[in-house]
């Protein structure tokens, strides 16, 4: 099972990026995928999970900017940024579960994850 995200960059405050999570390799379609941040010096935070289905849960903290969706034709969980601030600065990871429950905390128990991509948002 691979997930690799990509689509991080340098965007200024207000500015919009959409982050990507190619997953292969899934034995079964029926997994949840969530994205997952960590600041320096923070702990890993929930940002948003979205299951096979499509049913999805986002943080209060980002709702409202930030916005989850996936095409299961294509195998690709998005994760759309709006009005980026400089406090969403992190390195972004998605990670895939099939138990949507296990989606809560720094994600510890979650069974597989990507590789980060680098957010930086300048003031």
């Known amino acids: 099972v691979q997930l690799q995200a990509s689509g991080g960059g340098l965007v200024q405050a207000g500015g919009s990026l959409r982050l990507s999570c190619a997953a292969s390799g899934f034995i079964s379609d029926d997994y949840a995928i969530g994205w997952y941040r960590q600041a320096p010096g923070k702990e890993r935070e929930l940002l948003s999970q979205?299951?096979?289905?499509?049913?999805?849960y986002t943080v209060d903290s980002v709702k409202g900017r930030f916005t989850i969706s996936r095409d299961n034709t294509k195998n690709m969980v998005y994760l759309q940024m709006n009005s980026l601030k400089p406090e969403d600065t992190a390195v972004y990871y998605c990670?895939?579960?099939?138990?949507?429950?296990?989606?809560?905390?720094?994600?510890?128990?979650?069974?597989?994850w990507g590789q980060g991509t680098q957010v930086t948002v300048s003031s």
């Open positions: 979205i299951s096979w289905g499509g049913n999805s």
């Open positions: 990670a895939a579960d099939a138990n949507v429950g296990r989606f809560r905390g720094n994600g510890g128990g979650l069974e597989y």
